[in-house]
């Protein structure tokens, strides 16, 4: 029934919630699961920059607006917020796929940009993909509405049926 899950994660508590789901799923179906990590396209217009300080954390900063040459920011050695956050999440992705490839399931990952939602389901169509599993906030009312959710687009716009799980604290 399920030959493939998709199992988008952002690392969140939240969508941990639902790996067990996952894990359990893969193995009574001998199915693959996709992990997928999506970097959010709206933070491609940001003018926000990161580097590290001497003891390598990330700082952020602000990129001038002045033309020509770099006429502020914060350093000639600043990085691109997609680039680390792509960088980020192949690292999350595959340190995933590696715990679970350890455990006998089998895996594939993938980092793409864009709209999550609209990535997730293309991915869903595009790798045949029977189950997407997807974590959840729990929020109701105003939160849910001034927020938003990415599963709850995917719910309304998937083709393939989507499993969820609550983070019960």
Do not use: F, N, P, W
């Given at each position: 029934m399920y030959d493939n899950i998709l199992y988008p994660t952002d690392g969140?508590?939240?969508?941990?919630?639902?790996?067990?789901?996952?894990?359990?799923l893969a193995e009574t179906y001998d199915a693959r699961v996709h992990i997928l990590f999506v970097v959010d396209s709206k933070h491609s217009d940001s003018s926000m920059t990161l580097q590290r300080d001497e003891e390598g954390k990330w700082e952020t900063g602000m990129v001038s607006r002045g033309k020509g040459e770099d006429k502020g920011?914060?350093?000639?050695?600043?990085?691109?917020?997609?680039?680390?956050?792509?960088?980020?999440?192949e690292m999350l992705t595959q340190e995933i796929s590696t715990e679970l490839?350890?455990?006998?399931?089998?895996?594939?990952?993938a980092c793409k940009k864009g709209k999550p939602h609209q990535v997730i389901n293309t991915y869903a169509e595009d790798n045949e993909i029977d189950?997407?599993?997807?974590?959840?906030?729990?929020?109701?009312?105003?939160?849910?509405?001034?927020?938003?959710?990415?599963?709850?687009?995917?719910?309304?716009?998937a083709q393939t049926p989507v499993l969820t799980a609550r983070l019960v604290e």
């Open positions: 969140s508590q939240e969508s941990e919630a639902v790996l067990a789901h996952v894990r359990d920011g914060m350093s000639s050695d600043k990085v691109d917020v997609l680039e680390v956050l792509k960088r980020e999440g490839h350890e455990e006998g399931y089998k895996t594939a990952t189950l997407i599993a997807m974590g959840t906030h729990g929020r109701s009312g105003v939160s849910r509405q001034l927020i938003g959710s990415v599963t709850e687009k995917v719910i309304r716009t």
